[in-house]
């Protein structure tokens, strides 16, 4: 699917003309819309570049557009949850926000927040689930854009290039792309899935 969206990824042709701009808008909208695996997708990109002619233009290719649309997606919903915190009647996104952000790993976030104001968001883009705590945890805080612009751009940037160095474990590995491709998307759900399950493991021991 991935393979098939991207195309010849390195070929200024159609195939490349819409393959970069789709990769965009996916990772854009999954900063937006957490229904959406951005960290999948960019691992898949990253194995049909590595499999490509010349693969370290469109490797490099991909890393720019993911990290350009993380960015570009994290920057609309801090923006639109701004809105919402300067507003008397809040907004469907900052109350989305809440709804998504766990009261503990809010709580967490704000301390964070508070100690490291820049660190914190570096890392909230590599950490499972927390990305939207952190962003929440800014926004009540009332972090300046600027400072939230400095940080996040640097999240993006680290993100970005550990899902597309996953893809290239996963590119590796396996001489036919869509083997590659299952891989790393097998590498991306365990990534994703070991703090959250060490997570619930705490809560257990907590509450025994």
């Given at each position: ?65 993911a990290s350009a649309a993380a960015f570009a997606g994290d920057v609309a919903l ?131």
């Open positions: 699917m991935i393979e098939t969206l991207l195309g010849e990824l390195p070929s200024p042709g159609t195939q490349s003309a819409v393959g970069y701009p789709s990769l965009f808008l996916l990772v854009a909208l999954g900063a937006l819309v957490p229904v959406v695996p951005t960290g999948a997708i960019v691992s898949s990109a990253a194995v049909v570049a590595f499999h490509q002619a010349a693969p370290p233009l469109p490797l490099l290719a991909v890393f720019a557009v801090y923006w639109l949850g701004r809105r919402g915190v300067h507003s008397e009647h809040g907004s469907k996104w900052l109350a989305a926000l809440k709804r998504r952000a766990a009261p503990e790993r809010l709580e967490q976030a704000q301390e964070k927040v508070h100690e490291h104001r820049i660190s914190v968001l570096v890392l909230s883009r590599l950490v499972p689930a927390g990305r939207i705590p952190v962003m929440l945890a800014c926004l009540l805080a009332e972090l300046p854009l600027s400072r939230f612009l400095r940080g996040n751009l640097l999240a993006c940037l680290a993100w970005a290039l550990t899902y597309q160095l996953i893809g290239i474990l996963g590119g590796s590995l396996f001489a036919e792309p869509w083997e590659g491709v299952a891989a790393a998307v097998a590498l991306t759900v365990l990534v994703s899935a070991v703090p959250w399950l060490w997570h619930r493991l705490q809560r257990r021991r907590r509450h025994a």
